[in-house]
Each structure stands twice: as structure tokens, then as C-alpha cells.
């Protein structure tokens, strides 16, 4: 990185550090000042740069970001059970009903849960008579925290509209509103083409930003591929339609002005590319991202590109702080960051071949850095590797931008019954398109699933990447020292990692029974009923403890240390136990095994009925014996 973007990398770099120290530790100022001081005189010293200018810089950013993250920490100091909510955002979309985000009249956002019956639009307004609830805490330590998740994006508490009398106001008129009616308006035309179900589903996902409709196997096939980045909307489709728009609008350079409206005009499609897409969070900040390098591009300036993406990433935090918690928005500016710094170094290698050699090499060297620059990421967020991303790269991306155009295409015919034989033709090219995903798709042998990953293997990883970049741009005898000691030091921490003796855990499972060990180095999963949630679980259990294999099979009535009562309610006879787990609702009196067995605690899973629940917990409080549900309590270790 050169001299010249200096002042904004640094910017950005303090502010996004900021953010995360405040989020993560709660940082006091002096904390951070210290932090700021340390960081600052060690770049200063390693650039030469002048200290006390850049030490300043480094450490008011450094505190900026911190404040500005306190200043949008959402207040839920309302206790009203009447509120007027306005729809700003649809969330999700299961099998058991809608999510929506909502702005009450006190300014807190909150999350709306439906059911399927019930279709909310951005931009309605009810009148609900309820008390808006906390999102629950997960209740296995391997769930995904969807407390945190939706924390992070401002949102802690909630309100289900199957259970609470509302109202229907007069909807509120916005421009969210207008592009999600748009969008919502594109899919209902799209739905009644003769393109077939698979298609599109493909064609709303690449131009709609609609993932609904993709089924498990289309997804599970791209994943396979290592082409999961070319279903959703994300900076490098953005990136492929700037890259088409910037040809498409070269032959404007010879007219007056010319070289102006070259530069302006792909910015308005892009921005209408964010109309359609219903006004997306993910797409306009992928836009506002990619305008500034345009801009950057269009000045034709050193650095210009790379100072233009540090200016939308600073910006971006400072309009919402929470971004950076967000893997869509991480995932993109890794990439980006990594093709603006390092593209430059790798068409120089092919600067004197002939255009189509530069053409192919850019397209490979693209998607090559792009993954590189992700990896620890993607290892630490999804614990998967596609060997055959390179494959992906070589082969899908360039016809990325084809299917892409022709996809447009498809939603602008749409509006053209007369046209409509065309569409056996896109039938015909999505085809051929998805047959070949389906291809590389099929050797899942190259498909590397279930990587132990943590957050400081992350971290470690990155830097060695980093360094790796730094070198390849300007080697010396320095910097080959750092790469080393970093990739000496990530190794290190992979092979010579103290591990703690797995845990015995007692999971919640909904109407299930769930026990997870450890034996040596593999993972068992002792189970009523073989579910998806089973499995995630199980999964989720030898990750974290960095396990070899998982093992499956059926739940016994007692173990070393735990003795297993379900429904038939046997237990007599058997010796004394630790623990006790009641499951299936036995039918039993509790004080009777408390005395036969003489448990130190008594646990209940999520198979049980709540009313049986509640009277044994009751019964223990009575004999002063603990007592765990993990309905309310959450999964429970036994050591």
C-alpha cells in the first residue's frame, strides 16, 4: 500500500478496530488510547512515518468508532403495551412462517414473527396491543446465536403476530416501500413465464436478490462446486455488472463530455440494479462500495481505487457501525480489498501476451486472489473448502457476466407475452449453465466438509495472507522474516494446540433426546430420533472440540455417570447415579427415585411434557435437590 492512501487506510483501519474492541471487550477510553498508542508507534516505526501526527490520527479513530457504536446500542427502556409499528425490512422465510424487522413509534427496532398466512410489506403500519418480548439466548452452545445475530443488527426484542391482536393502518409511503412493491412485482411476473422452476429460481436470485424459491439440492450443488458466491447477490456480481456497464459504455468517451457521462452512467444502473433488488442491505452497500471505485477508476489517479474503497468502508461504519459484524459485508471488502491490491502485480505478469491470454489470466487471477483473500473467513464461518474453487473460477465466472445479462433479460421479457417463445431458448442456456455446476459439483471427493476452525486460527491466517500480499508486492529480506514467523506461529497453534477433555453434554432438542460424548477422538451422538437438529448438533459438538469422526447411535438408560428414566419408567434396582435425566414424560414419583437413587441433580430434557416439568421441579425444590430443564435452561455438561 503506498504513501498516498495512507491517511485513509489508516482511518478506516483505526475506526473498524474501534467498533469491534468496544463490541467484544467494552473497551474503556483509556483502554483504547493505550491500544491506538501501541499499534500507531509500532507502524509508525516500521514505516517511518511521522509519529506524532499519525499516533493522534490512529488513536481519535480508534475512540470515534468506539463512541459510535455506544450511539446506536438499542434502548429498550419502553414498557408500553401498545405500540405503532412500521414494516422497514422482510427478514427471513421458513417453513414456519415470516420475519420481518419493524420500527416502533419509540424508535426501537424490533423483530415480527408471523406465519405463512400472513404477508407483511415494507412500509405497513399496525396498531399491536402487546408486550414486546427478549430474544431468547440459543439453548445448545454449538446453535447459532440468533439473540447476538439480531443484536447486532439493533434488534433485541420481539413481538408474534399469531398471538397478538393488531390492527391494520394506512401503509407509510417510502422509497424502501416502492422498491420492495418493485421487486415483489418483477417475481410475480417471472413467476408466469414458460422458463422452467429451476430457472427461475436462478433468474431471481441473480437479478432479484430473491433466494426463496432455490431448492436444498440447487444449493447444495454450487456449494459442492465452490460456486456458492455466484447464487446471491454479493460485490462480485456488482462488480461483474459495473465491469459490463464500463464496456457497454466506453464508445460515450469520443463524444463531448464524453469521459463524464462514462463515468456517471453506470453509477445510475447500478443504483436502479438496488431499486429492483428490493433496496437490499447487502446490495446497496456492495453498490456504495463500488461507486466510490468507479469514481476512483474514473480519476484515473495512483491509488485512486484502492483510497476509493478505504472512503465507502469508512463511511459505510459511520452510517451503521454494525456492518462489520455482518459476513456478507466482511466476505466483499476481503475480496475487494485483495483484487484492487493485488490485480496490479498479476496483469503485469501478462502485460505483453496477447488480449485474449490477458483476458482469461485477468478472469483466473480475479477469482484466485478473491479466494485467497476470504479463506479465513470462509474456513472459520462455514468449516469448508471446494478444492475445485479454482475450477469454479475458471470456468463459471467468465460466463457470469453472460448469465447475468440474459438474465435481465428474461425479467424484461417478462413484460412481453409476445416474446414468450423465446424463452424455450433461456431455458436452454440456464441449462447448459447449471449442467455445468451439476459437473463440477459431482467430485465430492475435492469438497472438504467439517474443518475445526476458530476465531484465533482466523486471525492468524489472515495475517499470514497479508504478509504473503505484502511480499508479493514488494519482497525484502524483512518481510520474508515476518511471513515466516507468522506462518511458523499459525502452524504452531494448529498442531501444538493444548486441547481440553470434551465435555458430556445433555442437549435441548424439541421433543428429542440428546446425549453428546467424546470417545478418544471421536465424537458420539446418543439420540431418540435421528433429526436434521441431531445431526447439526452433532456436528456443531466435534468441531468445537476438534474431533475426528462422529458416531451415531441409540440412547441407553444409563452411562458411567448418568442414568436415563423415560417412559416406561424404570428404575428400581439400579444403583446409585449422579445425575438423573427424565425424558419422554415418565410416570413416575419423583421423590421415590430421589430416594432409591440419590441424585445430586435432576434434568429434564425438551421431550417432556411442561406440566410434568414443572411438578418435578417443584419436588426438587422441596428436597433441595437441583434441578435443570433445559426447555428454560438451556443444555446442560455434565463435567
Known amino acids: 500500500m503506498s504513501h498516498s492512501s495512507t491517511p485513509i487506510a489508516l482511518i478506516g483501519s483505526a475506526f473498524g478496530l474501534g467498533i469491534l474492541l468496544q463490541e467484544f471487550f467494552q473497551a474503556s477510553f483509556g483502554y483504547l488510547y493505550s491500544i491506538g498508542f501501541g499499534i500507531a508507534l509500532i507502524v509508525c516505526h516500521i514505516r517511518r512515518w511521522h509519529v506524532p501526527f499519525f499516533i493522534s490520527m490512529f488513536c481519535c ?16 427502556t419502553s414498557t408500553e403495551t401498545i405500540h405503532e409499528l412500521v414494516v422497514t425490512k422482510a427478514a427471513n422465510t421458513n417453513r414456519f412462517g415470516h420475519q420481518y424487522i419493524a420500527l416502533t413509534s419509540n424508535k426501537e427496532h424490533i423483530l415480527v414473527q408471523t406465519t405463512l398466512a400472513q404477508c407483511l410489506s415494507v412500509g405497513d403500519r399496525l396498531l399491536v396491543r402487546a408486550k414486546l418480548l427478549p430474544i431468547e439466548a440459543p439453548k445448545n452452545p ?9 443484536q447486532r443488527k439493533g434488534v433485541v426484542r420481539k413481538i408474534n403476530l399469531a398471538k397478538t391482536p393488531y390492527a391494520a393502518l394506512s401503509p407509510k409511503p417510502s422509497v424502501r416501500r416502492w422498491a420492495y412493491k418493485l421487486q415483489q412485482k418483477l417475481i410475480s411476473q417471472l413467476k408466469h413465464t414458460p422458463l422452467n422452476q429451476n430457472n427461475k429460481a436462478l433468474v431471481m436470485a441473480l437479478v432479484l436478490g430473491h433466494k426463496a424459491e432455490l431448492s436444498e439440492e440447487r444449493i447444495a450443488q454450487y456449494q459442492r462446486a465452490g ?9 462480485l456480481h456488482i462488480g461483474v455488472v459495473l465491469m459490463l456497464l464500463r464496456f457497454f459504455v466506453r464508445p460515450l468517451k469520443r463524444l463531448k463530455y464524453g469521459k ?16 429492483i433488488t428490493g433496496g437490499s442491505a447487502s446490495v446497496t452497500r456492495a453498490v456504495t462500495m463500488f461507486t466510490f471505485l468507479q469514481i476512483g477508476l474514473a480519476l484515473a489517479r495512483k491509488n485512486a481505487s484502492i483510497q ?16 462489520i459484524f455482518d459476513v456478507g459485508f466482511q466476505l466483499s471488502y476481503a475480496a475487494v480489498f485483495g483484487i484492487v491490491w493485488m490485480m496490479p502485480r498479476w496483469q503485469h505478469l501478462f502485460i505483453k501476451k496477447h488480449w485474449s491470454v490477458r483476458y482469461l489470466a485477468d478472469l483466473f487471477g480475479v477469482g484466485c486472489i478473491a479466494q485467497l483473500a476470504i479463506l479465513p473467513l470462509s474456513l472459520y464461518y462455514f468449516n469448508q473448502f471446494p478444492l475445485l474453487f479454482w475450477v469454479s473460477n475458471l470456468v463459471l465466472v467468465p460466463l457470469l457476466g453472460f448469465i447475468i445479462t440474459v438474465a435481465i433479460a428474461s425479467v424484461g421479457l417478462s413484460f412481453v407475452p409476445s416474446a414468450y417463445p423465446a424463452y424455450n431458448l433461456l431455458n436452454h442456456i440456464f441449462d447448459a449453465y447449471q449442467h455445468i455446476v451439476t459437473w463440477i459439483a459431482q467430485w465430492e471427493r475435492f469438497f472438504i466438509e467439517s474443518i475445526p476452525f476458530r476465531s484465533i486460527d482466523a486471525v492468524l491466517l489472515s495475517m499470514v495472507i497479508i504478509s504473503l500480499f505484502v511480499f508479493l508486492t514488494r519482497s525484502t529480506l524483512r518481510k520474508i522474516w515476518l511471513l515466516g514467523v507468522l506462518m511458523l506461529l499459525f502452524h504452531l497453534n494448529l498442531l501444538l494446540e493444548w486441547k481440553p477433555p470434551p465435555k458430556t453434554l445433555i442437549g435441548h432438542v424439541y421433543k428429542n433426546s440428546l446425549v453428546l460424548t467424546a470417545e478418544k477422538e471421536i465424537a458420539i451422538a446418543h439420540f431418540a430420533k435421528k433429526t436434521k437438529k441431531v445431526m447439526q448438533l452433532a456436528l456443531r459438538f466435534q468441531l468445537e472440540n476438534r474431533l475426528d469422526s462422529i458416531r451415531y447411535q441409540r440412547l441407553s438408560n444409563s452411562y458411567t455417570d448418568l442414568l436415563v428414566i423415560d417412559s416406561l419408567g424404570i428404575y428400581k434396582g439400579v444403583q446409585a447415579h449422579n445425575s438423573v435425566l427424565l425424558r419422554q414424560s415418565p410416570k413416575i414419583h419423583l421423590d421415590d427415585v430421589i430416594e432409591h437413587i440419590r441424585p445430586t441433580i435432576i434434568i429434564a430434557d425438551g421431550s417432556n411434557y411442561p406440566s410434568f416439568v414443572a411438578r418435578w421441579q417443584a419436588t426438587c425444590k422441596a428436597k433441595k435437590i437441583a434441578f435443570h430443564n433445559t426447555a428454560s435452561d438451556g443444555s446442560y455438561p455434565l463435567n
Open 260 to 275: 463524464a457521462l462514462a463515468a456517471l452512467l453506470p453509477l445510475l444502473f447500478l443504483w436502479c440494479f438496488v431499486l
Open 142 to 150: 454449538m446453535d447459532f446465536d440468533f439473540k447476538t445475530h439480531m
Open 61 to 76: 479513530f480508534l475512540i470515534l468508532g468506539s463512541i459510535r457504536l455506544k450511539a446506536v446500542i438499542p434502548k429498550t
Open 227 to 235: 460456486a456458492m458466491h455466484l447464487l446471491a447477490i454479493s460485490g
Open 308 to 323: 476509493g474503497v478505504w472512503a465507502s468502508f469508512v463511511i459505510l461504519l459511520f452510517v451503521n457501525p454494525r456492518f
